[in-house]
């Protein structure tokens, strides 16, 4: 029974990173970030930025802005972990609302949703690694 | 309390097989909720009225601090639901798939919107029309409501919807993500989980087959 149950997760994992490096560049391990990063994000954020981190409306912004996210990488596992308020420009457009944080995440939690998004919604091919995510919460405070 | 309407809805699946055996092609949607019978006198015989359960006359504030009644919603099929504006968990994607309901039958006047907030403390109008200038809302077919506790609370009892002033739920309000389908006989004729997207699409299915009987 412990045999089926370790193997049919194995061969789960396998096909999600199989479906993962299809894409090109993207190595074994941020695929398989990634693929954790999705199921904590239906949890915890894609009701407000939805499916596709399409967001809606003017009511909560998108996660498609590549640039933003690019440049303001170190402070994303803040805005994760603390929620975030104030005006902000994403894809030209002004927003300004409130973000809950999510104090009860880990730093692996972190590192997998924000491989997730970054790879999937945004063009990085890289893992968010704990470490960054550890690092730059420190620097956040 | 919480399986109300499920107990509701399941009550009528199985009633309405035994009703698709007799009636014919022709599709009808069910009428949920408690029912009575009145027996009136007609030429000196009885007849037996069925009274099917009706959303009753309400008086709320919508986003422009206009009064807005049941009269409002007279002869239009519309779509209630219960939410808050800061509602962290469900409400996004609820109004997310409302929204987009609202985007095929904008400007058809045989069909309305109703969101009712039941955080009687923050959402005041103000809050409310930023809200739903934000979410795209732009005209008076989607109205959105603020009132007393017990009116909001109340109401949502008639709409068959659980709603809770909970601590310990996420946002502090606890309420079902139920969108129901209200004739324009304010009779309730669906009501659909806001958050599935297969319950979703059902509505859409519905809300053509009401609009035709």
């Known amino acids: ?141 | 309390m919480k399986l109300k309407l499920t107990t509701y809805l399941s009550a009528f699946a199985f009633s309405s097989i035994f009703v698709a055996c007799t009636e014919t092609n022709e599709k009808k949607l069910p009428i949920i909720g408690e029912r009575a019978t009145e027996e009136r006198i007609v030429d000196g015989r009885t007849v037996v009225d069925t009274i099917y359960h009706q959303i009753p006359a309400f008086a709320f504030l919508n986003q422009d601090s206009v009064e807005i009644t049941e009269k409002y919603f007279d002869n239009k099929v519309y779509v209630a639901n219960f939410f808050f504006t800061h509602c962290p968990s469900i409400c996004p994607t609820m109004q997310r798939n409302l929204l987009k309901v609202y985007e095929k039958y904008k400007d058809d006047e045989r069909i309305a919107f109703l969101s009712h907030s039941i955080d009687f403390k923050y959402d005041s109008p103000s809050v409310l029309k930023s809200y739903a200038e934000k979410l795209g809302v732009t005209n008076e077919q989607w109205q959105f409501v603020t009132g007393e506790k017990k009116e909001i609370y109340g109401i949502a009892d008639k709409y068959l919807v659980y709603t809770k002033e909970d601590q310990d739920a996420p946002g502090g309000y606890d309420h079902q993500s139920y969108l129901v389908l209200i004739d324009q006989q304010k009779r309730i004729r669906g009501a659909y989980d806001g958050t599935n997207d297969e319950q979703v699409a059902q509505l859409f299915n519905d809300l053509e087959t009401l609009l035709k009987e």
Do not use: W
């Open chain 1, 1 to 141: 029974m412990r045999n089926t149950l370790f193997s049919l997760a194995g061969i789960s994992v396998l096909i999600g990173m199989l479906i993962f490096s299809c894409q090109p560049k993207v190595g074994i391990e941020t695929a398989q970030y990634a693929v954790n990063g999705q199921k904590l994000y239906v949890t915890h954020c894609q009701s407000c930025h939805g499916p596709k981190g399409e967001g809606l409306g003017m009511l909560y912004p998108p996660l498609t802005d590549t640039t933003y996210l690019k440049e303001n990488r170190k402070i994303l596992p803040g805005i994760v972990k603390n929620g975030m308020n104030g005006p902000i420009k994403i894809n030209e457009k002004n927003y300004e609302g409130n973000m809950p944080g999510n104090p009860e995440l880990t730093n692996v939690d972190i590192a997998y949703i924000l491989t997730y998004i970054t790879t999937t919604f945004g063009n990085s091919t890289e893992t968010y690694t704990q470490e960054e995510v550890k690092n730059n919460l420190v620097n956040c405070r």
